[in-house]
């Protein structure tokens, strides 16, 4: 099995940047990708972006695009989550999630709140 651990979360202003990290634990030679989502107060939870775990490509949602980077690194099993110039709307529970393969469901961590004001 494969455990997420969230980190990094917090209270930030509009406009400010923060990085979230996702650590990884177990059998994560077997990753194929990870992922970061997020969910507000009220909504679902909605996709951010998803980094190929041995190749690094990434791939965002329209929402964050330009602003969010996904970064992994493979020898500390840690993925990361660099947000700039945060919106009050980026205001969630980010959440980590890994797959072993393309056709697997989502491991999931437990979440870390992001909020940002205005």
């Known amino acids: 099995q494969v455990r997420l651990v969230e980190s990094g979360g917090g209270l930030v202003q509009a406009g400010d940047s923060l990085r979230l990290s996702c650590a990884a634990s177990g059998f994560t030679s077997r990753l194929y990708d990870m992922a970061w989502f997020r969910q507000a107060p009220g909504k679902e939870r909605e996709f951010v972006g998803r980094i190929n775990w041995s190749g690094g490509s990434t791939y965002y949602a329209d929402s964050v695009k330009g602003r969010f980077t996904i970064s992994r690194d493979t020898v500390k099993k840690t993925m990361y989550l660099q947000m700039g110039d945060l919106k009050p709307e980026d205001t969630a529970v980010y959440y980590c999630?890994?797959?072993?393969?393309?056709?697997?469901?989502?491991?999931w961590g437990q979440g870390t709140q992001v909020t940002v004001s205005s």
């Open positions: 999630a890994g797959r072993l393969s393309n056709y697997d469901s989502n491991i």
